[in-house]
């Protein structure tokens, strides 16, 4: 079926969202790419659509992007919304409050949809209520197509396919990152704080959350035990990666979805530091903000004092934006294979944008191509199951550079 857009882009208005568009826009032509935004105010669209034009290139005018009004408390006007493109990109969180109905529309209109969620929960639930509706609509549903989980998903997978006998283990470290954090996903991560108590331990205490059920489990723990270590493979202390949280499910979903055809592999997850006493000063910082975020106060008084304002970002430099990712797998006989993951901008509002735009382009331009169409056809499924080689090469092609050793 035709439709009148490529890629709308719901929720131009908040930061992510922006800068998602100007990423659109930036590298493609308006010859190449019918694109429109979405948001819950007109008048907020038309000025948010208008920064990114004044600070873009200038190939593309007003006119050429469609602009449509939809929000999550309509779903009417979700439905006109995603009945007239291929691809939704979502940038409206928290996800598990405005993102279940743009998906339920887009698995009944027959609409692709990727989105930058880290809530697992959410995940979670529309898998169990969308997954086999999408995968007989033969719809794609890629949640987590940012910084969460795309690096991890992408040199998890990439590492233990290089190893020459089934991978046993895959460790996945934060080398260094630089960036800033927006209000959207602060509010994520008050989302998350607020989520059902046993909610959350049914996530820290499984692994294995979001593979299919009844699907294969294994030796995996939430966390890396010990919870402070040395690499000999990386050459630097280690200590848990709290993002983990929302990287390792969907890890080890992909793998699972793959039928751990490349090792039924225990997967950790790790942030590299300098030395012995910067590891013990993080640790104590992420023990001290996971108890203080466990109490109504201190959430309502990091929201109402502490937190950016909505549709703009903190960050603590401008200087030196930046990610770097390393992947180790360990196969049967021992070798290892190492995928690292170098991008050049701000983890979250330069690189995140630009993996998610690649993802929604891939399935305009390449959907045939794409590892996951033709294995799935459709289903709630995850960036490296989906886009494999694809991805890779366009994030590549994008700037960011990702390296098999």
Not at 35 to 53: D, H, I, M, P, Y
Not at 317 to 336: F, R, W, Y
Request: hydrophobic share 40%.
């Amino acid at each position: 079926m035709d439709r009148k857009w490529d890629i709308v882009v719901y929720g131009v208005t908040g930061y992510t969202g922006s800068r998602i568009t100007k990423y659109l826009v930036e590298n493609n032509s308006p010859s190449g790419l019918r694109l429109a935004v979405a948001g819950r105010s007109l008048k907020k669209v038309e000025a948010s659509l208008q920064t990114v034009l004044d600070a873009s290139s200038g190939r593309w005018k007003k006119e050429d992007i469609g602009i449509m009004v939809a929000t999550s408390d309509s779903q009417e006007s979700i439905n006109t919304m995603v009945f007239q493109t291929r691809v939704i990109i979502a940038a409206v969180g928290p996800y598990a409050i405005h993102g279940t109905p743009v998906v339920d529309a887009c698995v009944r209109h027959g609409t692709d949809y990727v989105d930058v969620t880290g809530e697992v929960w959410w995940i979670r639930q529309i898998i169990d209520r969308y997954h086999d509706a999408a995968r007989k609509s033969q719809v794609v549903v890629v949640p987590a197509c940012g910084f969460d989980s795309v690096p991890s998903d992408l040199t998890a997978y990439l590492a233990a396919r290089a190893c020459s006998s089934p991978a046993v283990s895959v460790n996945v470290s934060v080398l260094s990152a630089v960036g800033g954090v927006s209000r959207g996903t602060l509010d994520s991560i008050m989302n998350f704080s607020e989520y059902p108590l046993s909610g959350q331990l049914d996530l820290v205490r499984n692994p294995f959350y979001l593979n299919p059920q009844g699907g294969l489990t294994g030796k995996d723990k939430p966390f890396p035990f010990p919870l402070l270590f040395f690499s000999w493979d990386l050459g630097r202390w280690q200590i848990p990666n709290i993002m983990a949280l929302a990287n390792a499910p969907v890890v080890r979903r992909t793998n699972a979805l793959l039928g751990h055809s490349l090792g039924r592999y225990v997967y950790s997850e790790t942030m590299s530091v300098p030395n012995l006493f910067a590891a013990l000063i993080a640790l104590s910082a992420m023990f001290w903000m996971t108890l203080l975020l466990g109490f109504p106060p201190t959430r309502w008084f990091f929201r109402r004092y502490l937190a950016p304002a909505p549709g703009t970002a903190y960050f603590a430099t401008k200087d030196g934006l930046h990610v770097k990712i390393a992947a180790v797998a360990t196969d049967v006989s021992g070798k290892k294979s190492k995928v690292t993951f170098d991008g050049p901008g701000d983890p979250g509002y330069s690189e995140t944008p630009k993996y998610v735009a690649e993802c929604a382009l891939a399935l305009v331009f390449q959907r045939s191509e794409l590892p996951g169409v033709k294995q799935f056809g459709g289903g709630i499924l995850t960036p490296a199951s989906t886009f494999g080689d694809v991805l890779v090469k366009r994030l590549n092609d994008a700037g960011t550079k990702i390296t098999v050793q």
